[in-house]
């Protein structure tokens, strides 16, 4: 079945450092690529998407490509704030369906240091 | 902007008992969900709801589940007889069903289920 796999954390980096999270996935269709975030004490927030391949989406500085060739979806940030400290988590979901789940991948605790 | 509420925020019950989560979706939308992430392990899919009915579950959601509409506001998860491992934080989804499977799934804060 459809899967989601990310790099596992935690991540720890200093204020205005470059921050990758590796995320590959597996899916027999044409999946939506999604980051959602979960900050502590909240509940899951979209942070970005993509539905096709080559599609770049962004928000609040970060970005991710939809790398159908590579079947990836790197969550990438130029310069990460103490504020961006929270779980990440890559999902995708079946691009047909209106009425598809969301498969998530294990999440990525980011943890930023001022 | 409109958003995705639930209550309670957290809820301790003993083992065999029902508990009723409530969710209240965003009021245009056609697609309701739950998840549950037990600590520390990834978030699952439950069930999906449309048009007063069932569109897809997981293995997860056995015969101790249930999922209701009762009016048009509120989106109901019940657990029947409540086991230890369904301690987890449960989160309700809306989206608003436009064709194509682009939809964006809007979630709730989530209701922290503790089962003693």
Partial sequence: GDSVTQMEGPVTLSEEAFLTINCTYTATGYPSLFWYVQYPGEGLQLLLKATKADDKGSNKGFEATYRKETTSFH???????????????????????????????????????? | EPEVTQTPSHQVTQMG????????????HLYFYWYRQILGQKVEFLVSFYNNEISEKSEIFDDQFSVERPDGSNFTLKIRSTKLEDSAMYFCASSPGRLGGTDTQYFGPGTRLTVL
Avoid at chain 2, 17 to 28: D, Y
């Fill in chain 2, 17 to 28: 008992q029902e508990v009723i989560l409530r969710c209240v979706p965003i009021s245009n």
């Fill in chain 1, 75 to 114: 969550l990438e940030k130029g310069s990460v704030q103490v504020s961006d400290s929270a779980v990440y988590f890559c999902a995708l979901s079946d691009l047909y369906s209106s009425a598809s789940k969301i498969i998530f991948g294990s999440g990525t605790r980011l943890s930023i240091r001022p």
